[in-house]
């Protein structure tokens, strides 16, 4: 049992593996924190209940509603929350913004009583992680019969807390939710940096740390989506933390639509932690007996620094949220022909380069964009989901034959969510495309977006992709997403539900997922949006993998791996070899550099195999030998950062298998120096009494050796030069 319930004492445990959440029913049946770190006993810890802070207070009315009269002095700002609400005396930010019939929007949620389940039900058309003992704690406000459950789910092996919460109008008015967040949570001091992740396109996932303050700091997306300017991400760092010790916590949703997660610093030092759907923009009316399911968000505690959360992050979404059936399974080692054609290739062509490939081990042929409709450029096509019999005069059906006659599975490009404005689907369908009648809507790479929160148009995609994809012999899809949402309106919502929009846009995206991974299980999904445009763990529950970048240079992916590493496993990291000079940075690096990076991740090549010379199809076929030698542990090994780019000339990723007997360290020096530093590089994570062979000094040392001392690496001269040490254990 992961949950105990002090009855008497009103206090609820959730045990993790080394953690324990902790909260009560206070005096006034209102949810008060009271602790989240690691494992403690199941004493009772009121004694830690303080209170300070207070200015104007506002005495409670629960108080006097059981007492016949206001308490002196507690008043709900001073409780560490569970969920905070606003109206009654709480001037923090509230999780729930509420407005009744009547105009008035207070609400007061109070105890209600919980139920325990063995296994978590999968909220109603949402992703969220599988499994888990869950604890239900029901709220209401008694004057107005709205109320609220708390979903509270807890792994015995893995130390994150799973949140939700459920909103349910039991009134008999409608009520309007302005805000609908899904968890409120409390660090009880302020010396705390805020971690997110920033971005752009072509610059995922960059690490920013903002100290916390008196007010809030916060990241969001307005962008209905989750994004590459800021990741669905934050952490609380402790200062003095680094990655292998010190206290860290984790906020992680499971949402791809517009977020918003919030720090405050309160006025008695401790910190309050707000979050889910954005409120910008948003607003959902529940009619009488109507519910609102929220995001799940995932929290995750470590006293082993940002590491240590970074593996907890990435246990858990590795055993809980990413498809079983794939998520430990071999890659598909791929060849993509994007950067290799563009839009410019025929049914020659591709045949071409799946020829060219012959003898390297790659598996897979992928083929990208401008496989359909009239797809020449960018301008025309897409929502044609037939093919392009002027490219490929044979149909697919002749390029999947030739593609796997040459013993490689074949993989293909769709953008499901979009529409050219010179395509059949628009000419035939306008009004299927977001926009506000009357208005010019904006275009963003020549296109619109669909609107998925109908379901005629969600119909027409689930029948158009999968009937490709039941024609076909196809075994991989990439499904690309290259734009945002502008102009939110849609035909099929009246009036009063036209801000339910971007929530509804994530069900609809989800609703699609569903019927199309569902319908092909065999198939394997890579999630893409220009690169890593939607990067977020939703999306991870539908498609094992994604497009990491649309910068495929060595030197910035360094970069973009490390921020995404920070929450998301290297399983899910789509990366690829791609040609020199890079389309993206122009940047030269060596062809092994290139491999060692991308082959931390889930790789594969990007280029035209047929301007190979024997030599470099020699190259990539040991590339990717030696890629399966460390295939296992990119997929399932623990990740130790032991360099970090963003602070260094250096760069370092140490994978080592859960058993500890074997691990691969990557390390990867930016620029040479003349008469440079002497560096030592780190190794991390081994057993310290297991003696580890070293392939390449061929020698065997012990791993408390290894650890303490480090490893002195002979970089070649020049820059961007990489060094790669395979450990294994001498009883393997
Ligand atoms: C953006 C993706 O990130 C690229 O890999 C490629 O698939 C293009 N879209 C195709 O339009």
């Not at 200015?55 to 700002?77: E, I, N, R």
């Amino acid at each position: 049992m992961a949950i105990t319930v002090n009855e008497q004492k009103r206090i609820f445990f959730l045990d993790g593996k080394n953690t324990t959440y902790a909260f009560m029913i206070n005096e006034y049946n209102y949810a008060e924190h009271l602790y989240y770190g690691k494992s403690i006993g199941h004493d009772d810890i009121t004694y830690i209940r303080g209170d300070g802070g207070g200015s104007m207070l506002a005495q409670t009315p629960a108080y006097k509603a059981q007492k016949g009269v206001f308490p002196s002095y507690d008043s709900y700002h001073q409780f560490p929350a569970e969920i905070s609400f606003y109206g009654t005396g709480d001037y923090r930010e509230p999780a729930l913004e509420i407005s009744h019939e009547d105009g008035s929007r207070i609400v007061e949620l109070l105890y209600d009583g919980y139920d325990i389940a063995e296994e978590k039900q999968k909220p109603e058309g949402m992703p969220a992680m599988r499994g888990g003992e869950t604890l239900i704690l029901h709220l209401k406000d008694t004057a107005s019969h709205f109320g609220c459950d708390l979903y509270y789910t807890v792994y015995d092996d893995v130390d994150v807390i799973a949140r939700r919460i459920v909103y349910k109008n039991e009134g008999e008015s409608d009520v309007r939710l302005n805000r609908a967040y899904s968890f409120t949570f409390h660090v009880p001091d302020m010396e705390y940096e805020v971690m997110t992740l920033h971005g752009a396109w072509g610059r995922e996932r960059r690490i920013e740390s903002i100290p916390v303050h008196h007010g809030v700091v916060s990241v969001d997306s307005k962008r209905m989506s989750s994004s590459a300017t800021l990741n669905p991400f934050m952490a609380l760092v402790k200062k003095g933390t680094c990655e292998e010790y010190g206290n860290v916590y984790g906020f992680s949703l499971v949402y791809s639509s517009s977020f918003v997660l919030k720090a405050e610093g309160i006025n008695n030092g401790s910190i309050q932690i707000t979050g889910g759907i954005n409120d910008f923009d948003f607003s959902w009316k529940l009619q009488k007996g109507e519910k609102l399911e929220t995001p799940e968000v995932v929290i995750a505690y470590s006293d082993e620094g940002l590491g240590g959360m970074s593996r907890i992050y990435h246990d858990a979404y590795r055993e809980y949220l990413i498809n079983k059936r794939f998520v430990k399974a071999k890659r598909p080692l791929v060849i993509n022909n994007w950067e290799g054609t563009y839009f410019d290739f025929d049914n020659q062509k591709l045949k071409e380069i799946a020829e060219a490939a012959k003898g390297t081990e790659i598996d897979t042929f992928v083929l990208d964009d401008g496989w359909f409709g009239k797809r020449d450029d960018d301008f025309s096509g897409l929502g044609d989901w037939f093919v392009n019999t002027d490219k490929l005069e044979g149909g697919l059906t002749e390029v999947i034959e030739y593609v796997n006659g040459l013993g490689m599975k074949f993989g293909l490009w769709f953008e499901p969510e979009m529409v050219n404005e010179d395509s059949e689907l628009y000419r035939a369908h306008p009004d299927y495309a977001i926009g506000v009648p009357g208005r010019v809507r904006c275009q963003s790479r020549n296109q619109y977006m669909l609107d998925l929160t109908r379901k005629e148009v969600r119909d027409y995609i689930v029948e158009n992709v999968n009937g490709v994809l039941h024609k076909h012999h196809i075994s991989y899809v990439k499904w690309d997403y290259n734009r945002n949402v502008t102009d939110a309106w849609s035909c099929g919502l009246t009036k009063d539900r036209q801000a339910e929009f971007s929530h509804r846009y994530a069900l609809g995206l989800y609703d699609l997922c569903e019927r199309i991974v569902e319908a092909n299980p065999e198939v394997f999904f890579e999630g893409c949006s220009s690169g890593g445009g939607r990067f977020d763990p939703a999306i991870l529950y539908y498609f094992p993998q994604v497009w990491t970048s649309d910068n495929t240079d060595a030197e910035d992916r360094t970069l973009i791996q490390y921020g995404t590493s920070m929450v998301y496993p290297l399983s899910t990291m789509s990366c690829h070899v791609s040609v020199v000079p890079n389309h993206q940075t122009g940047r030269i690096t060596r062809m092994d550099t290139r491999a060692d990076i991308a082959h931390l991740g889930a790789t594969g090549y990007e280029l035209d195999t047929t301007a190979f010379s024997d030599e470099d199809r020699e190259c990539v076929r040991r590339q990717i030998e030696e890629y399966h030698e460390i295939e296992e542990l990119v997929l399932d090994g623990d990740l130790y950062r032991t360099e970090n780019p963003m602070e260094s000339n250096y760069f370092g990723f140490m994978l080592v298998s859960k058993d500890k007997k074997e691990a691969f360290l990557t390390a990867y020096r930016r620029l040479g120096h003349a008469n440079g530093e002497v560096k030592r590089l780190k190794v991390c994570g081994l057993d310290k009494d297991i003696y580890y062979y070293v392939k390449e000094l061929d020698s065997t040392f012990l791993g408390a050796t290894l650890m303490n001392v480090g490893l002195l690496p002979v970089f070649d001269k020049g820059d961007f030069k990489t060094v790669k040490y395979h450990f294994m254990s001498l009883d393997i």
